[in-house]
Nanobody, 128 residues
Framework: QVQLVESGGGLVQAGGSLRLSCAASGRTFSVFAMGWFRQAPGREREFVAAINYSGTRTYYAESVKGRFTISRDDAKNTVYLQMNSLKPEDTAVYYC?????????????????????WGQGTQVTVSS
């Protein structure tokens, strides 16, 4: 099992920045790719960003590319999502998730169904 706890959400004005953190415990963190997803009211959960287990490759949804940066610190068992130039449409509950495929490096990290471990979510609200 992997336990995940997100933090760092809040209320920010459009154009502002937030950094989300996701602390992991349990099974070895460094063998899993990590992802961030979000869900806005009345909408389906969507992929935001992912980082492979070694931290050498990152992937982003088109809607956040160039504004968000995912990173990981395996010494701290933590994955981050730096969010800059925030827009009202970024308002959502943000979830971090751990991929269930140890040492997987195939690049297909976009489906929530590949992530068996999820945090409780943190609310991000961007005001216009």
């Amino acid at each position: 099992q992997v336990q995940l706890v997100e933090s760092g959400g809040g209320l920010v004005q459009a154009g502002g920045s937030l950094r989300l953190s996701c602390a992991a415990s349990g099974r070895t963190f460094s063998v899993f790719a990590m992802g961030w997803f979000r869900q806005a009211p009345g909408r389906e959960r969507e992929f935001v960003a992912a980082i492979n287990y070694s931290g050498t490759r990152t992937y982003y949804a088109e809607s956040v590319k160039g504004r968000f940066t995912i990173s990981r610190d395996d010494a701290k068992n933590t994955v981050y999502l730096q969010m800059n130039s925030l827009k009202p449409e970024d308002t959502a509950v943000y979830y971090c998730a751990a991929d269930g495929r140890p040492f997987y490096n195939g690049g297909n990290y976009f489906a929530g169904s590949d992530y068996p471990y999820w945090g409780q979510g943190t609310q991000v609200t961007v005001s216009s």
